[in-house]
């Protein structure tokens, strides 16, 4: 439980037009995986979309194993 609050935390912390990198489930489908790229929208339950070179993604955030920030 501790390892959800903390990216519960580490989400409500990131904004829009943040550079992240993310990992998501591999059952999502969703390739490259990990992800890189800048957040153009979020909502209040964690889910965003990301900006990357396969265009714009959207992530869901039940479906994170990590997420770091990285420098823009």
Same mark, same amino acid.
């Given at each position: 439980?501790?390892?959800?609050?903390?990216?519960?935390? *580490?989400?409500?912390?990131?904004?829009?037009?943040? /550079?992240?990198? +993310?990992? &998501?489930?591999?059952?999502?489908? !969703?390739?490259?995986?990990?992800?890189?790229?800048?957040?153009?929208?979020?909502?209040? *339950?964690?889910?965003?979309?990301?900006?990357?070179? /396969?265009?714009? +993604?959207? &992530?869901?955030?039940?479906?994170? !194993?990590?997420?770091?920030?990285?420098?823009?």
């Amino acid at each position: 439980m501790a390892i959800f609050e903390s990216l519960v935390n *580490s989400l409500k912390l990131l904004a829009v037009g943040d /550079r992240v990198k +993310v990992t &998501v489930r591999p059952e999502t489908g !969703l390739f490259p995986n990990p992800l890189d790229g800048h957040i153009t929208h979020k909502d209040d *339950s964690g889910n965003f979309s990301i900006k990357s070179e /396969r265009g714009i +993604v959207q &992530v869901k955030a039940g479906d994170i !194993l990590s997420i770091s920030k990285l420098p823009a």
